[in-house]
């Protein structure tokens, strides 16, 4: 089975700031990955589906990208909303999730 | 536009059996796959299985294979879950999720509030 090994499981910014949280798959897949955001009591949302699409009604300061066996998501003027846990998720022949990033804003 | 209604939460003895609905509004139905995610208490998001609603194929986590099922229902428009011999670590939120696609295995883009199972004796 490909692993989705995610990182950093937490991670603390100031409003304004450039965050990236970074997926690397076990082995070479393809760009079946699709980010979400999970606030507490919630179910997920999605943000970007096939690496670097941004989902319809998502701020444009969130987006995706790859390189090789790495997905990174990105947010940009990190805003107080934003706080939140952060899933990548592979979906090929099977659906893997990432261990999940906590964002908390100082 | 699509919404995702579950069942309410659910308290059941070891071994036991759960079974947890997904009712569906708001677009074609038969369209579109579905997926059941869970996540224990502070933990991480967990797929258990995939479903058509179109051919009723099924695609089942490993981990789950043997002790789940997953079935449809056209003429109500929702999706069925069981779970079966339950143990105290399957404790959590479960989840439906609709693809984002029709007609494929995708990513989900509109998701169930949730329905709770508490597995204690």
């Known amino acids: 089975d490909i692993q989705m090994t995610q990182s950093p499981s937490t991670l603390s910014a100031s409003v304004g700031d450039r965050v990236t949280i970074t997926c690397r798959a076990s082995?070479?897949?393809?760009?079946?990955v699709a980010w979400y955001q999970q606030k507490p009591g919630k179910a997920p949302k999605l943000l970007i589906y096939?690496?670097?699409n941004l989902e319809r009604g998502v701020p444009s300061r969130f987006s995706g990208s790859e390189s090789g066996t790495e997905f990174t998501l990105t947010i940009n003027n990190l805003q107080p909303d934003d706080s939140a846990t952060y899933f990548c998720?592979?979906?090929?022949?099977?659906?893997?999730f990432g261990q999940g990033t906590k964002v908390e804003i100082k | 536009q699509a919404q995702l209604l579950q069942s309410a939460a659910e308290v059941k003895e070891p071994g036991a059996s759960v079974r947890v609905s997904c009712k569906a509004s708001?677009?074609?139905?038969?369209?579109?796959?579905f997926a059941w995610v869970r996540q224990a208490p502070g933990q991480g998001l967990e797929w258990l299985g995939w479903?058509?609603?179109?051919?009723?194929?099924?695609v089942y986590a490993p981990k789950f294979q043997g002790r789940v099922t997953m079935t449809t229902d056209t003429s109500t428009t929702t999706v069925y879950m069981e779970l079966r011999s339950l143990r105290s670590d399957d404790t959590g939120m479960y989840y439906c999720?609709?693809?984002?696609?029709?007609?494929?295995?995708?990513?989900?883009?509109?998701w169930g509030q949730g329905t709770m199972v508490t597995v204690s004796s």
């Open positions: 999720a609709k693809d984002r696609a029709p007609r494929r295995l995708d990513c989900f883009d509109v």
């Open positions: 708001g677009y074609t139905f038969t369209d579109y796959g």
């Open positions: 479903i058509s609603t179109y051919n009723t194929y099924t």
């Open positions: 082995r070479g897949v393809s760009r079946w």
């Open positions: 096939k690496a670097s």
């Open positions: 998720q592979l979906y090929d022949s099977f659906w893997t």
